[in-house]
């Protein structure tokens, strides 16, 4: 049998003590993460059950405008879907939880289709452990493309310009000290393919002294952060583009999603995430 001095026994009492130490910061993010998935849950929930979006209550259809699908002030808006813009599929709209942002949670991401295309939106929801109450971290149209950088990309809802088949899109970057997407910078183009001369701008021709690569494509971009932007005036060639493209995206990979059905079924394979 083992014999247990006075400093062997503080030894063993100090090791027990540490280790409860050490324990107990860990069980804090556990809890965190057990509070973000349970409310993630109740917001897809009433998504489906009560067709509302997160962090929304339900307004009067009168009120429900061009503006509804990018409401102003998108971190604050309460909205609901009104059952006018609901069609028969509601199904067809998508949920997942993944970390698209980059900051090593995940967050509920809500895609609704299946209304007027005033009505469409996209939602990427994060949690405040403070509050405990889901927050929006952005919302626009849906399809938002999301890298592992925290940067996402949006395409405009309509492309009724001179792009052809290029769509015009725009930038945003997770700003993790405000905790929501900031808008960085958008991108809309000329092809000389579809459009020879501008029928909006008293069919001037396409401007072939800018398109020194010789691809057909001019560029309009507007970004206050990027020197090579012009504005949406003033084209720039396809080597300019490609670089402020490389200044959000760089070597960033796309986020794989895993959408799932906003349906009962759907909520059970959340549960699981």
């Known amino acids: 049998m ?5 400093d062997s026994m503080r030894t063993v009492l100090g090791t027990v003590l540490l280790a409860c130490v050490l324990a107990v910061p860990c069980a ?10 349970a409310a993630f849950l109740k917001a897809a929930r009433a998504f489906v059950v009560d067709h509302k979006f997160p962090d929304g209550e339900a307004i009067d259809k009168d009120t429900i405008d061009d503006d509804f699908a990018r ?9 609901a879907i ?16 993944a970390d698209v942002n980059g900051d090593g ?9 299946s209304g007027t295309t005033a009505s469409l939106l996209e939602y990427v929801c994060g949690f405040d452990e403070a509050s405990g109450k889901v927050t929006v971290e952005f919302a626009g149209t849906p399809g938002l493309e999301y890298y592992d950088n925290g940067c996402l990309k949006e395409m405009v809802s309509h492309n009724q310009g001179l792009a052809g088949e290029f769509w015009p899109y725009s930038f945003a ?12 910078g958008s991108v809309d183009a000329w092809s ?13 021709p396409f401007p072939k ?7 057909g494509f001019v560029f309009f971009i507007s970004d206050e952060s990027f020197t090579g932007a012009k504005g949406p005036d003033t084209p720039v060639d396809t080597p300019v583009y490609e670089a402020w493209v490389k200044g959000y995206i760089g070597g960033a990979e796309p986020v794989k999603m895993d959408w799932v059905p906003a349906t009962a079924d759907g909520i059970k394979a959340l549960e699981t995430k």
Do not use: C, W
């Open 71 to 79: 409401p102003p002030g998108v971190t604050t808006a309460r909205l």
């Open 192 to 204: 000389s393919k579809e459009y020879p001369t501008n029928p909006f701008d008293n069919n001037k």
């Open 82 to 97: 009104d059952k006018d813009t609901i069609d028969d599929d509601f199904a067809k709209n998508k949920l997942a939880i």
């Open 209 to 215: 002294a800018v398109d020194a690569a010789g691809d």
């Open 105 to 113: 949670k995940p967050e509920l991401l809500v895609r609704f289709e």
């Open 28 to 37: 804090q993010p556990a809890a965190a993460a057990d509070a973000r998935h």
């Open 2 to 6: 083992q014999n247990f001095t006075l």
């Open 173 to 184: 970057k997770y700003d993790p000290k405000k905790g929501k997407y900031e808008m960085k």
